[in-house]
């Protein structure tokens, strides 16, 4: 691996909002935002600079940004198409490396350090030529961080290539100190509000402040806030303000599944009593099998999150079980999931509930029932699979998932939660 690698980190701006605008060029001057235009009380996914401009932020309800921008253009979500740009961005990249990592749909990791030379070794010639081909092939502009490590790369995105007129910025290890190092420590990468009040209870409030410890007298103070297990956290973070990361960029999916799950978010008004949450219940463990049965796994624990609120009082909590053998049979998953959330319920309506399925193993061996045809089982289940997989999800459906309170038909039609 060379010594001083050359990577980027690709941000594409407001990308839902621009992948809009570049579908609709009528709302080129005007200000557009991703969200449900019929739910006032749902969330924007994206913004494009015009609407920020006007206030309006991501995850604000979708009513107030109508609010603070009167011309505001609400556009309903289409998961898929952002799905099929990203992708297309991806092969663009390819085309100036083959070390290409997704980092997110709108983020990507670029190394290039072998192919820097065919552009006559001038990084920003290069970087600009990968920004244009970007716009004029989707109408997204990408801003470019560049480091030597993934982390500064990613650094150097989030804090400084957002802020300039050209969407360029190069971090180097020689201007941590006048640069990054001057930053509050909630700008560091991976910081978030609770851990960002954890250095404040330090009286760590700049990244510099961690950069410029020593390593043992960081994980002490860690130690003292955080308890004796804190000490892979405090090298993590350690190295993360002076810029180091040993992770090369890489191709393709790294590591096994540990875990498969589907959640979903619920009108808690809608969802007081135990038979339409029970709907839910099936209908998500029926998403979590039939995921599990194509990747061919199987698993052994069965976890329910859930919150529950009614709209003053909130309480959230995840409980798990070991199953006796492990399984992604719809019947047997779905028995132990509503055993859990029966046994823990307090009563209030739910306002979320997930699904996870983990320790997974391979399908591929099943331990045999005296009581129970457990092959004839997953073989009807694979059967609906390739019903499903071939014609959809809605066709064919519980006829539960019919009732008022069924999701199903509606999440048929979404990608993550928005619609395809």
Same mark, same amino acid.
């Given at each position: 691996?060379?010594?001083?690698?050359?990577?980027?980190?690709?941000?594409?701006?407001?990308?839902?909002?621009?992948?809009?605008?570049?579908?609709?060029?009528?709302?080129?001057?005007?200000?557009?935002?991703?969200?449900?235009?019929?739910?006032?009380?749902?969330?924007?996914?994206?913004?494009?600079?015009?609407?920020?401009?006007?206030?309006?932020?991501?995850?604000?309800?979708?009513?107030?940004?109508?609010?603070?921008?009167?011309?505001?253009?609400?556009?309903?979500?289409? #998961?898929? +198409?952002?799905?099929?740009?990203?992708?297309?961005?991806?092969? %663009? &990249?390819?085309?100036?490396? @083959?070390?290409? =990592?997704?980092?997110?749909?709108?983020?990507?990791?670029?190394?290039?350090?072998?192919?820097?030379?065919?552009?006559?070794?001038?990084?920003?010639?290069?970087?600009?030529?990968?920004?244009?081909?970007?716009?004029?092939?989707?109408?997204?502009?990408?801003?470019?961080?560049?480091?030597?490590?993934?982390?500064?790369?990613? #650094?150097? +995105?989030?804090?400084?290539?957002?802020?300039?007129?050209?969407? %360029? &910025?190069?971090?180097?290890? @020689?201007?941590? =100190?006048?640069?990054?190092?001057?930053?509050?420590?909630?700008?560091?990468?991976?910081?978030?509000?609770?851990?960002?009040?954890?250095?404040?209870?330090?009286?760590?409030?700049?990244?510099?402040?961690?950069?410029?410890?020593?390593?043992?007298?960081?994980?002490?103070?860690?130690?003292?806030?955080?308890?004796?297990?804190?000490?892979?956290?405090?090298?993590?973070?350690?190295?993360?303000?002076?810029?180091?990361?040993?992770?090369?960029?890489?191709?393709?999916?790294?590591?096994?599944?540990?875990?498969?799950?589907?959640?979903?978010?619920?009108?808690?008004?809608?969802?007081?009593?135990?038979?339409?949450?029970?709907?839910?219940?099936?209908?998500?463990?029926?998403?979590?099998?039939?995921?599990?049965?194509?990747?061919?796994?199987?698993?052994?624990?069965?976890?329910?999150?859930?919150?529950?609120?009614?709209?003053?009082?909130?309480?959230?909590?995840?409980?798990?079980?070991?199953?006796?053998?492990?399984?992604?049979?719809?019947?047997?998953?779905?028995?132990?999931?509503?055993?859990?959330?029966?046994?823990?319920?307090?009563?209030?309506?739910?306002?979320?509930?997930?699904?996870?399925?983990?320790?997974?193993?391979?399908?591929?061996?099943?331990?045999?029932?005296?009581?129970?045809?457990?092959?004839?089982?997953?073989?009807?289940?694979?059967?609906?699979?390739?019903?499903?997989?071939?014609?959809?999800?809605?066709?064919?459906?519980?006829?539960?998932?019919?009732?008022?309170?069924?999701?199903?038909?509606?999440?048929?039609?979404?990608?993550?939660?928005?619609?395809?």
């Amino acid at each position: 691996m060379p010594k001083n690698r050359v990577i980027l980190l690709s941000d594409c701006q407001s990308f839902y909002a621009s992948v809009e605008k570049a579908a609709h060029p009528e709302y080129r001057d005007k200000p557009v935002a991703i969200g449900d235009p019929t739910r006032m009380n749902g969330i924007v996914l994206a913004a494009c600079p015009i609407a920020k401009a006007q206030g309006v932020t991501t995850a604000s309800r979708v009513g107030e940004a109508m609010t603070k921008c009167p011309g505001l253009i609400v556009i309903r979500p289409r #998961m898929g +198409t952002y799905i099929k740009v990203s992708l297309l961005i991806s092969e %663009i &990249y390819r085309t100036y490396t @083959d070390l290409v =990592e997704p980092y997110s749909i709108d983020e990507q990791f670029l190394d290039i350090t072998g192919s820097l030379a065919y552009f006559g070794g001038s990084l920003k010639y290069m970087i600009q030529k990968i920004q244009h081909h970007v716009l004029l092939s989707t109408g997204v502009w990408t801003r470019v961080g560049i480091g030597s490590t993934k982390v500064m790369a990613k #650094m150097a +995105t989030d804090n400084y290539a957002k802020k300039t007129k050209d969407g %360029i &910025y190069q971090l180097t290890f @020689d201007q941590l =100190e006048s640069t990054l190092w001057r930053l509050p420590v909630q700008d560091m990468f991976m910081v978030a509000s609770r851990m960002t009040r954890n250095f404040w209870r330090m009286g760590i409030s700049t990244i510099g402040d961690i950069a410029r410890m020593e390593l043992p007298e960081f994980k002490q103070r860690m130690r003292m806030t955080m308890g004796k297990q804190s000490d892979i956290q405090a090298e993590y973070y350690w190295q993360t303000a002076r810029g180091l990361d040993p992770s090369p960029v890489v191709t393709g999916i790294r590591h096994q599944i540990k875990s498969v799950g589907h959640g979903k978010a619920l009108r808690w008004n809608l969802y007081t009593r135990l038979m339409d949450i029970e709907v839910v219940l099936l209908e998500l463990v029926i998403e979590v099998c039939q995921r599990a049965r194509r990747y061919r796994y199987m698993g052994a624990v069965v976890s329910v999150s859930v919150l529950e609120t009614d709209g003053e009082r909130s309480h959230s909590y995840e409980r798990q079980m070991t199953l006796p053998e492990p399984s992604s049979l719809t019947h047997e998953v779905a028995a132990a999931a509503l055993k859990l959330f029966v046994d823990h319920w307090s009563g209030l309506p739910v306002g979320r509930l997930a699904i996870t399925l983990s320790h997974l193993s391979d399908d591929r061996v099943i331990q045999l029932t005296l009581f129970d045809d457990r092959v004839r089982s997953y073989n009807k289940e694979r059967a609906i699979d390739g019903i499903k997989a071939r014609y959809g999800n809605q066709a064919l459906i519980r006829a539960s998932s019919l009732l008022e309170s069924g999701v199903a038909l509606e999440r048929a039609e979404q990608i993550g939660g928005h619609y395809k």
